[in-house]
């Protein structure tokens, strides 16, 4: 008798620890569920803030375009005018460079498709780096994660 107790204890103790194995399970397959739809909602964010990014380097290009406009029309005749619409578009070039180092960082840290942005942007950023490389990007340079990702796509 003692024996068959035994076994049903080492039973019933068997039973327990598939049915505790099982709530196991399920707790995790809801936090593997959960994870994922974070990760969705993560992915979500971050591209709408890659969007948000590009509308603005879009806008400040336009900034940039239109005030290169009016130094035209303006030209030599007005020196003064002149000379404030240079330093307007000094202004609206940082804002632009800003925004587009902040795109770089993103990219760069994995929370923008590399692949995507790679296909759409290697052009324009080997363009402006070798355009204003000595004026903004010298060594000292601030906008360190435009020159890093331009060097790590120059690799690929």
């Known amino acids: 008798i003692m024996s068959c107790i035994g076994d049903?204890?080492?039973?019933?103790?068997?039973v327990g620890t598939l049915g505790l194995c099982y709530i196991s399970y399920r707790?995790?397959?809801g936090i593997n569920k959960s994870l994922d739809t974070q990760n969705i909602a993560l992915e979500a964010q971050n591209l709408a803030i890659g969007l948000e990014l590009e509308y603005r380097i879009f806008e400040a290009s336009e900034k940039i375009t239109q005030i290169n406009a009016e130094i035209q029309v303006?030209?030599?005749?007005?020196?003064?005018?002149a000379e404030a619409l240079r330093d307007q578009i000094k202004a609206a070039h940082e804002?632009?460079?800003?925004?587009?180092?902040?795109?770089c960082?993103?990219?760069l840290k994995r929370a923008l498709?590399?692949?995507?942005?790679?296909?759409e942007y290697r052009e324009t950023l080997s363009s402006i780096l070798?355009?204003?490389k000595f004026k903004f990007f010298g060594s000292g340079s601030k906008?360190?994660?435009?020159?890093?990702l331009h060097n790590a796509w120059a690799k690929k």
């Open 8 to 14: 049903i204890g080492g039973l019933l103790c068997g």
């Open 27 to 29: 707790q995790l397959s």
């Open 74 to 81: 303006v030209g030599s005749n007005n020196k003064t005018k």
């Open 95 to 103: 804002i632009w460079y800003n925004l587009f180092d902040r795109l």
């Open 105 to 107: 960082f993103l990219i």
């Open 113 to 119: 498709d590399e692949e995507r942005y790679r296909t």
């Open 130 to 132: 070798q355009h204003d």
């Open 143 to 148: 906008y360190r994660n435009m020159i890093d």
